[in-house]
């Protein structure tokens, strides 16, 4: 049964850097997209991008100046950087995997359990 | 690109039915059948109840079933139970290929 798990620093600066990573267990992240989604305290949820196993990606436009995803698929992981961070990106990070139907790969079948961060000094 | 519109709240009785709109445009809801829906309990990870607007995974009870029209798709629970209570979100594929959330909305059973 696959499992995915994220890692990361639980505080981060204003206007630094923020890192998460996605390790994936009992299943392989080949043939698959991968996705970050969060939310802030209170709030509903925001994808924020996703990458399929051979590297190609799509982000969320308000974002995608600022972030990045990528994949190692020697390690069975995916991560995420997310530049000049502000108290607005305070949010639980989840990490997802697109599951896919015969129709389409669009809806999140398999999250971690989430993972927050605090944007402060 | 902008989110997709759910009711902040709705409410029922026990063994009533209820049903959770979710409205989008021509660019997400209305050009592709690739609306999925998930439930949120507090404290926890979004599951997954229907994908490609009328599917339930296995495990997802039949009392929870989906429909569009046009640019809305809908939600609806029948049989209503405690265990139901929750934050419940949309999601819809878009024409740009990105993934878009509604704003949610917290269902009570009452």
């Known amino acids: 049964q696959v499992q995915l798990q994220e890692s990361g620093p639980g505080l981060v600066k204003p206007s630094e850097t923020l890192s998460l990573t996605c390790t994936v267990s009992?299943?392989?992240?080949?043939?698959?997209?991968w996705s970050w989604i969060r939310q802030p305290p209170g709030k509903g949820l925001e994808w924020i991008g996703y990458i399929y196993y051979s590297g190609s990606t799509n982000y969320n436009p308000s974002l995608k100046s600022r972030v990045t995803i990528s994949v190692d698929t020697s390690k069975n992981q995916f991560s995420l950087k997310l530049t000049s961070v502000t108290a607005a990106d305070t949010a639980v990070y989840y990490c997802a995997r697109l599951g896919c139907s015969s129709a389409s790969c669009s809806a999140f079948d398999i999250w971690g359990q989430g993972t927050m961060v605090t944007v402060s000094s | 690109q902008s989110a997709l519109t759910q009711p902040p709240s709705v409410s029922g009785s026990p063994g009533q039915s209820v049903t959770i709109s979710c409205s989008g445009t021509?660019?997400?809801?209305?050009?592709?059948?690739?609306v999925s829906w998930y439930q949120q309990a507090p404290g926890t990870a979004p599951k997954l109840m229907i994908y490609?607007?009328?599917n339930r995974p296995s495990g997802v009870p039949d009392r929870f079933s989906g429909s569009k029209s046009a640019n809305t798709a809908s939600l609806t629970i029948s049989g209503l139970q405690a265990e139901d209570e929750g934050d419940y979100y949309c999601?819809?594929?878009?024409?740009?290929?990105?993934?878009?959330f509604g704003g949610g909305t917290k269902l009570t059973v009452l």
């Open positions: 999601s819809s594929y878009t024409s740009s290929s990105t993934l878009v």
């Open positions: 021509s660019s997400d809801v209305g050009s592709y059948n690739r």
């Open positions: 009992g299943g392989f992240i080949r043939y698959y997209y």
């Open positions: 490609d607007v009328n």
